[in-house]
């Protein structure tokens, strides 16, 4: 266990980490459904993107930057990042005292419940898709089977801020058509990034496929463990949403989260988790 673990009361923060931006998609979805509540949010920018990297690495990343909330007091942790979670899964909830809650479980759940004819697709990043934890998870069900297909081009649009051009659907059609033409009926969007994406993924798949989002299913998970964990935020709460970045400009993170997510974010602070290194 680390140092700082369960300081958080009810209107301590809820942690949100994320290898860079994307995971504000979570953070979005978590405030909307729980306004009363505060959120300190951390973008590992120094080391992003997680998705080509080691899986091991990735997961030392992340449980320096989960250690860094748990010592600035969260009163739960949500690993918005699914390169992280697939990295981590297990590690995470025996380290530490507050609630984790990761991206991966909530939207196979739903993607279980979704599914009509058994066949799901999955995307995600190099690293997500490779480590099988979706595919582990959701081949539990043997009524089921399962397509995955990493998408790593699909990051670098988003990090551009290009997300409807003719060059998106291009390659959406050349990562999806063969999950579509599998026949599968949902798919999951294993990526902080890819719900910005929906209308071109969408487009490519065909309405009669569902598209399963781990942001929204992630903040009821979230909802969910407050109020059982009887950790909600109190009546006269005033919620405060802090951002940070470990990348040496919080300006780029600022501009990047204004393209993608409007005015949302205000301010970035720079912060150090662990011994940093860069990579390589
Ligand atoms: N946040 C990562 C994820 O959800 C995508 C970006 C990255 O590769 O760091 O998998």
Redesign the pocket.
């Known amino acids: 266990m680390t140092s700082g673990q369960a300081r958080g009361g009810g209107d301590a923060p809820i942690g949100i980490f994320?290898?860079?931006v994307?995971?504000l998609t979570v953070a979005r979805a978590v405030s909307a459904m729980l306004p009363r509540e505060s959120i300190l949010y951390i973008g590992?920018t120094a080391r992003?993107?997680?998705?080509?990297?080691p899986i091991a690495d990735v997961r030392r990343y992340a449980l320096e930057v989960l250690d860094t909330l748990v010592d600035e007091g969260v009163k739960m942790l949500v690993i918005?990042?699914?390169?992280?979670?697939?990295a981590m899964l297990r590690d995470a909830r025996e380290r530490y005292d507050v609630p984790v809650v990761e991206?991966i479980g909530p939207a196979v759940r739903t993607a279980m419940s979704t599914t009509r004819n058994g066949r799901i697709g999955v995307i995600?990043?190099e690293?997500?898709i490779g480590s099988g934890a979706y595919q582990d998870m959701l081949e539990v069900n043997e009524r089921l089977t399962v397509f995955a297909r990493a998408c790593?081009r699909f990051?670098e649009f988003v990090?551009r801020g290009v997300t409807d051009t003719p060059e998106v659907l291009a390659v959406a059609e050349e990562y999806l058509a063969p999950l579509r033409d599998a026949g599968v009926d949902t798919l999951v969007l294993?990526?902080?990034?890819?719900p910005f994406l929906e209308g071109a993924i969408s487009y490519v798949m065909g309405p009669d496929v569902s598209l399963v989002s781990?942001d929204t299913e992630t903040a009821k998970d979230v909802y969910r463990q407050l109020v059982s964990r009887d950790l909600l935020a109190g009546h006269g709460a005033v919620p405060t949403h802090v951002y940070e970045a470990t990348g040496a400009s919080a300006d780029d993170f600022l501009d990047l989260a204004h393209r993608l997510m409007g005015r949302e974010v205000s301010t970035v602070r720079l912060v150090q988790t662990g011994a940093i290194d860069l990579p390589r």
């Open positions: 994320d290898s860079g994307g995971g590992d992003s993107p997680y998705g080509p990297k918005a990042c699914n390169t992280a979670s697939a991206v995600g990043t690293g997500t790593p990051v990090e294993g990526c902080t990034h890819y781990s």
